[in-house]
């Protein structure tokens, strides 16, 4: 099973951006989908993107449709979460999953990593 470890979080205001990273360890990421969820205080955690590894193809939730573009880089296996035009309510911890074979927003993830906190000032 594949180990994933997130980075990239931290204060940002209003409208700025932000690109969080997952990088993966002891196996390739190919075969995987590749979540990222948050979870920001007093919530339930939610979905936000996904990626499946080998298609390319990508799952957003409304709420970040338009401001949040997921991407991979083979040689490093890694996923990148580009954050673009960011509002207070983004503030959350982050996570990178990953699940082995094909996946959906719905689907259960096995690999998490520890999460980065994202903080969004007005």
């Known amino acids: 099973q594949v180990q994933v470890v997130e980075s990239g979080g931290g204060p940002v205001q209003a409208g700025g951006s932000l690109r969080l990273s997952c990088a993966g360890s002891g196996r390739s990421f190919t075969g995987y989908t590749i979540g990222w969820f948050r979870q920001a205080p007093g919530k339930e955690r939610e979905f936000v993107v996904l990626?499946?590894?080998?298609?390319?193809?990508?799952d957003y939730a409304d709420s970040v449709k338009g401001r949040f573009t997921i991407s991979r880089d083979n040689a490093k296996n890694a996923v990148y979460l580009q954050m673009s035009s960011l509002k207070p309510e983004d503030t959350a911890v982050y996570y990178c999953?990953?699940?082995?074979?094909?996946?959906?927003?719905?689907?259960?993830?096995?690999?998490w990593g520890q999460g980065t906190q994202v903080t969004v000032s007005s």
């Open positions: 999953a990953a699940r082995l074979g094909s996946g959906s927003r719905y689907s259960s993830f096995g690999s």
């Open positions: 990626i499946n590894w080998n298609s390319g193809r990508t």
